[in-house]
């Protein structure tokens, strides 16, 4: 056998050592490749950096009133971007302590703390721990989905690097700063500093700025309202991190730990007794501008409400209807607690009010713990509290009886019995140190009430409360319940009656009708409408039907001048609810709503012309740019596109004659009528109410110069307000409460009297003319030729003839 030579001798380690080495080349070789590939197919399918450079995330929309308060914050987001100059140095180097330790070392990618992350991932077999800079948690939030794959993760590094070398260290952290999402609904430092500490970022202190760096970890975990104690460790941490490195000192870290935390939200105390007012800005603004620009657009809504009116609005409206449900008695007590319930019940009230104390004028639930002769004797969480019988008068006055009686309330029975441990709502009138407190017995109201105030010159919206409380019902009874106006329909009645040749000295008779129909089964129906007080009055001035509100004269007058021309009359000064046409309008018997009303009665309080009803003065968008305003000024070379003009709509639809004459008439209603209690006001003032046969509805709709307003009372599923419930008793207070109010800071002006109207003495008797030194004259006022031209001394007295309208120059 031949031999082998060396060449041909194969050692089995060279041959080892071979493929190591080509394993080794292509490991190199792929360990490069690869990379660039995955880089290269990759890079080709990730956003573009550049567009960061015109950051515009969602923020909120503003809602404000006339001053510039704001009433409402509109957001799914809730972001307010602040520049980086806003921030405190000390804000910024917690979160960077915190974060990102090497953020103004590196280039977007820290390649030791990857490398740490890596190998805690390794272990634990998936992502648990990340190891991205601020700069790949801003692209990671604002270029790329929140998946935890590493291929995100790789695509996070290439964008890092990418914005470095686009963008500053400090737009980097103005990015991070303002888009991060920091608990309880606040995205940025600035939302967070108001839904924590109630104050603007740059009022931070180094205590608050640590609380804020420790919540990107775990928002909820870390958040000061529901794990305060991991908040404070979380806290020591992050200053912990900031002395490290060498942002502050031992010294003013444990300063900033032993600061006692205020950890209160910035809460807008007006948002409930605006919803109503502010809810109807959000429909308007969804259904013309879309959900897209409302909630992430960061809108400013400048409206015509007024802050102060709108207050005492919400308020009037909830005492008068208070004030309603007392005078149909007490209903009796929530619940009757036995021992371990009352026990619960004080020590959860105690919790609740150790978060929020209660103040004066609060509504809050007591228990009833004994009576004397002249007090109940009530028990809050750990306070007690008394309750004068006189003042408990209205509920029986009420008796205290044992545990085990049954409770009952004068509004369905005879008397009001409470048994120890009646749970009860009641009213704090005083808090004294170390005594109990002063209490009034309270109950919630089943009736509704709705108040809207408008000025009628320009048609603005200033106060709009459409229930008692937003909170238990969203229904806006101003928007959108109709009901009757009852009485309150009677001046639209008479303005047409006036431009159909009607004075307001025209003398008509109220006596009895009778009205007949013969229905499909051939059986008569009859229908005799009556006065209020049941009574007939003869011969009554057209001035006095109205004051004293007589429905038989209102249908004499609808009857004479035609159902049809009425309805349309109406319908010209703002009624769009559809209109029964028959006798029964001038009776209100056609439902509508206080907007409704409201809208017709500014027609005479401006003078016969008709205006729309706004509550929307101007819409700005994030950049300052107006899209809508009621003000030409605000669009000098004319709206451009996607710019708005609104609210420019101004027509007369009666004439000022008119318009003058039903408003002196009104005047007369408050001075001489049915709406007495208006005269409180001491100013001008013209109004009238309404009341409904059958008591469901009450209203009172009136007005001074400067401003007009609308009450409305009822139950939602209709039924009689109560003995003597009527326009005057059940609505006109709030109206007062409110009108008084919300002018007292206006000059007292008298309504501006046309140039053509003419004033003549007038005998009240017969509606003639009388010699000027008669004593009983009263001074008339007329359209343009239509005075009466003879005298009553010239006349014979008339008799009580079933006419409709005394022609006195035909006797």
């Known amino acids: 056998m031949p031999k082998q030579t060396n060449s041909q001798k194969k050692s089995p380690l060279a041959t080892v050592v071979r493929i190591l080495l080509g394993l080794g080349v292509l490991g190199l070789l792929l360990a490069v490749i690869v990379p660039i590939g995955a880089y290269l197919y990759i890079s080709k399918s990730l956003p573009r950096v550049d567009t960061l450079a015109d950051y515009r995330p969602p923020i909120i929309t503003r809602v404000l009133s006339d001053d510039g308060t704001v009433i409402a914050e509109l957001f799914e987001e809730r972001r307010i971007i602040v520049p980086v100059s806003r921030m405190p140095k000390q804000l910024i180097q917690a979160f960077v302590a915190a974060e990102d330790s090497n953020f103004f070392k590196h280039k977007g990618i820290d390649t030791a703390s990857i490398l740490r992350a890596a190998l805690k991932n390794i272990k634990a077999g998936g992502i648990v721990q990340g190891g991205s800079t601020i700069t790949q948690q801003?692209?990671?939030?604002?270029?790329?989905?929140?998946?935890?794959?590493?291929?995100?993760?790789?695509?996070?590094?290439?964008?890092?690097?990418?914005?470095?070398?686009?963008?500053?260290?400090?737009?980097?952290?103005?990015?991070?700063?303002?888009?991060?999402?920091?608990?309880?609904?606040?995205?940025?430092?600035?939302?967070?500093?108001?839904?924590?500490?109630?104050?603007?970022?740059?009022?931070?202190?180094?205590?608050?700025?640590?609380?804020?760096?420790?919540?990107?970890?775990?928002?909820?975990?870390?958040?000061?309202?529901?794990?305060?104690?991991?908040?404070?460790?979380?806290?020591?941490?992050?200053?912990?991190?900031?002395?490290?490195?060498?942002?502050?000192?031992?010294?003013?870290?444990?300063?900033?730990?032993?600061?006692?935390?205020?950890?209160?939200?910035?809460?807008?105390?007006?948002?409930?007794?605006?919803?109503?007012?502010?809810?109807?800005?959000?429909?308007?603004?969804?259904?013309?501008?879309?959900?897209?620009?409302?909630?992430?657009?960061?809108?400013?809504?400048?409206?015509?409400?007024?802050?102060?009116?709108?207050?005492?609005?919400?308020?009037?409206?909830?005492?008068?209807?208070?004030?309603?449900?007392?005078?149909?008695?007490?209903?009796?007590?929530?619940?009757?607690?036995?021992?371990?319930?009352?026990?619960?019940?004080?020590?959860?009230?105690t919790e609740t009010f150790t978060e929020k104390r209660p103040v004066l004028n609060d509504v809050i639930e007591a228990v009833v713990t004994g009576s004397d002769k002249q007090s109940l004797h009530l028990r809050m969480a750990?306070?007690?509290?008394?309750?004068?019988?006189?003042?408990?008068?209205?509920?029986?006055?009420?008796?205290?009886?044992?545990?085990?009686?049954?409770?009952?309330?004068?509004?369905?029975?005879?008397?009001?019995?409470?048994?120890?441990?009646?749970?009860?709502?009641?009213?704090?009138?005083?808090?004294?140190?170390?005594?109990?407190?002063?209490?009034?017995?309270?109950?919630?109201?089943?009736?509704?009430?709705?108040?809207?105030?408008?000025?009628?010159?320009?048609?603005?919206?200033?106060?709009?409360?459409?229930?008692?409380?937003?909170?238990?019902?969203?229904?806006?009874?101003?928007?959108?319940?109709?009901?009757?106006?009852?009485?309150?329909?009677?001046?639209?009645?008479?303005?047409?009656?006036?431009?159909?040749?009607?004075?307001?000295?025209?003398?008509?008779?109220?006596?009895?009708?009778?009205?007949?129909?013969?229905?499909?089964?051939?059986?008569?129906?009859?229908?005799?409408?009556?006065?209020?007080?049941?009574?007939?009055?003869?011969?009554?001035?057209?001035?006095?039907?109205?004051?004293?509100?007589?429905?038989?004269?209102?249908?004499?007058?609808?009857?004479?001048?035609?159902?049809?021309?009425?309805?349309?009359?109406?319908?010209?000064?703002?009624?769009?609810?559809?209109?029964?046409?028959?006798?029964?309008?001038?009776?209100?018997?056609?439902?509508?709503?206080?907007?409704?009303?409201?809208?017709?009665?500014?027609?005479?309080?401006?003078?016969?012309?008709?205006?729309?009803?706004?509550?929307?003065?101007?819409?700005?968008?994030?950049?300052?740019?107006?899209?809508?305003?009621?003000?030409?000024?605000d669009f000098p070379a004319g709206p451009q596109d996607g710019q708005k003009l609104t609210g420019q709509l101004r027509s007369r639809v009666i004439s000022a004659e008119t318009a003058y004459l039903t408003t002196n008439i009104l005047e007369s209603v408050v001075q001489n009528g049915t709406g007495g209690r208006a005269k409180a006001l001491n100013r001008p003032a013209a109004g009238k109410t309404g009341t409904t046969n059958d008591l469901k509805d009450a209203w009172f709709v009136g007005y001074v110069q400067q401003l007009l307003a609308v009450t409305w009372v009822g139950y939602d599923q209709e039924r009689p307000l109560g003995k003597r419930e009527t326009g005057s008793l059940a609505a006109a207070p709030a109206w007062v409460a409110f009108m008084a109010e919300a002018t007292k800071d206006l000059p007292v002006k008298q309504f501006p009297v046309p140039d053509s109207i003419e004033f003549r003495p007038i005998d009240p008797l017969t509606g003639l003319l009388a010699p000027e030194d008669n004593p009983d004259i009263v001074i008339e006022a007329f359209a343009p030729n239509t005075a009466p031209v003879r005298y009553a001394m010239e006349e014979k007295t008339p008799e009580a003839k079933d006419f409709f309208r005394l022609d006195m120059d035909e006797l």
């Open 138 to 349: 801003v692209a990671k939030s604002l270029l790329l989905t929140p998946e935890r794959k590493f291929k995100r993760k790789f695509k996070e590094a290439i964008l890092a690097y990418r914005m470095e070398k686009r963008l500053s260290k400090e737009e980097i952290l103005y990015l991070y700063l303002n888009q991060i999402f920091l608990g309880h609904g606040a995205y940025g430092v600035q939302a967070a500093a108001e839904n924590y500490f109630d104050k603007d970022v740059e009022n931070l202190t180094l205590a608050e700025c640590s609380i804020l760096a420790g919540l990107p970890k775990a928002p909820s975990r870390y958040s000061p309202y529901r794990n305060y104690e991991r908040a404070k460790d979380r806290q020591v941490y992050v200053l912990g991190r900031m002395v490290d490195e060498g942002f502050i000192t031992r010294e003013e870290s444990d300063q900033a730990k032993a600061e006692e935390l205020e950890i209160r939200p910035r809460i807008n105390q007006h948002i409930t007794d605006t919803a109503y007012f502010t809810e109807q800005v959000r429909r308007y603004l969804e259904d013309t501008y879309g959900k897209d620009l409302l909630y992430h657009g960061g809108l400013e809504v400048q409206t015509s409400m007024n802050l102060r009116m709108q207050l005492t609005a919400q308020a009037e409206v909830q005492a008068n209807l208070r004030a309603h449900d007392k005078r149909q008695g007490y209903r009796g007590p929530l619940a009757v607690l036995g021992l371990e319930e009352e026990a619960l019940f004080l020590r959860q009230q």
């Open 382 to 633: 750990e306070q007690d509290g008394h309750i004068t019988l006189k003042s408990a008068n209205w509920a029986g006055p009420p008796q205290v009886v044992k545990r085990s009686a049954q409770a009952t309330g004068n509004a369905t029975g005879k008397a009001t019995h409470l048994p120890l441990g009646s749970k009860v709502q009641v009213r704090i009138i005083e808090m004294p140190q170390n005594f109990p407190w002063l209490l009034t017995l309270e109950q919630e109201p089943e009736a509704q009430g709705a108040l809207l105030a408008m000025d009628p010159h320009n048609g603005q919206i200033k106060a709009m409360v459409g229930g008692y409380d937003f909170r238990t019902s969203q229904f806006n009874r101003v928007l959108q319940a109709r009901r009757l106006p009852g009485s309150a329909m009677k001046p639209l009645i008479y303005a047409a009656a006036l431009d159909k040749g009607y004075t307001p000295a025209t003398m008509i008779l109220d006596t009895p009708l009778i009205f007949k129909e013969k229905l499909e089964n051939g059986k008569i129906k009859e229908w005799k409408p009556k006065n209020y007080s049941k009574r007939f009055y003869g011969p009554v001035p057209f001035r006095t039907a109205l004051a004293k509100s007589y429905n038989v004269i209102t249908i004499k007058i609808l009857e004479d001048i035609g159902v049809r021309y009425a309805a349309n009359y109406a319908r010209k000064l703002g009624i769009e609810s559809h209109l029964d046409e028959d006798l029964t309008l001038g009776l209100g018997s056609s439902a509508l709503t206080p907007m409704e009303l409201a809208h017709s009665y500014s027609v005479l309080a401006n003078g016969g012309v008709k205006v729309v009803p706004t509550y929307i003065n101007k819409i700005l968008d994030r950049d300052g740019k107006v899209i809508e305003s009621n003000d030409p000024a």
